[in-house]
Nanobody, 124 residues
Framework: QVQLVESGGGLVQAGDSLRLSCAASGDTFSSYSMGWFRQAPGKEREFVATISWSSGNIRYGNSVKGRFTISRDNAKNTVYLQMNSLKPEDTAVYYC?????????????????WGQGTQVTVSS
């Protein structure tokens, strides 16, 4: 079992930056690929970014490419999402997820563990 706890969300203005963190329990974090997803009210959960266990493979959703950066620190069992140039359309609950599979994935159904989410609100 892996428990994931997100933090770092909040209310910001358009153009601001935020860094989300996801702390994982368990001693196998370094073997998991990790992902960030988001869900706005009335919409489906959307892929944001994913990173392999070694940080060697990274992928971003088209809507955040060039503005968001995913990274991880296996020594701290933590994955990060640096969000720059935030837009009102980035407003959503952001979820951290872990998959026991070795590859990286953009699909919700490929992830085995989820955090409770952290709210990000961007005002115009």
């Amino acid at each position: 079992q892996v428990q994931l706890v997100e933090s770092g969300g909040g209310l910001v203005q358009a153009g601001d930056s935020l860094r989300l963190s996801c702390a994982a329990s368990g001693d196998t974090f370094s073997s998991y690929s990790m992902g960030w997803f988001r869900q706005a009210p009335g919409k489906e959960r959307e892929f944001v970014a994913t990173i392999s266990w070694s940080s060697g493979n990274i992928r971003y959703g088209n809507s955040v490419k060039g503005r968001f950066t995913i990274s991880r620190d296996n020594a701290k069992n933590t994955v990060y999402l640096q969000m720059n140039s935030l837009k009102p359309e980035d407003t959503a609950v952001y979820y951290c997820a872990a998959t026991t599979r070795s590859a990286i994935y953009t699909l919700v159904r490929m992830y085995d563990y989820w955090g409770q989410g952290t709210q990000v609100t961007v005002s115009s």
